[in-house]
């Protein structure tokens, strides 16, 4: 995950020349001719302050969180499916 820092830190050791990946999410990153789906969700109040929690602990809003861990996952599910078919 990356480190969090203040949107001023960032352009001032961008500007001053600094490698920044380590402040990138890259599982956030799209294409410029990615399109976006508007999804629905719904979650229980409980789910949801969890999540909230879960997001500021993070630095991160709620739906970046959401994008971030279904990133991972989706990763996670076709490696283990490449890796299934690959193996058969």
Do not use: H, N
Request: hydrophobic share 40%.
């Amino acid at each position: 995950m990356p480190k969090p820092i203040s949107a001023e830190e960032f352009d001032r050791r961008f500007d001053d020349g600094e490698d920044m990946a380590d402040y990138i999410d890259w599982t956030l990153a799209r294409r410029g001719d990615e399109g976006i789906e508007r999804v629905e969700l719904d979650l229980t109040e409980r789910m949801a302050a969890k999540l909230e929690a879960a997001a500021e602990r993070s630095g991160v809003t709620r739906e970046q969180l959401i994008r971030m861990w279904l990133s991972e996952r989706l990763d996670q599910a076709a490696e283990k499916s490449a890796g299934t078919s690959a193996a058969a």
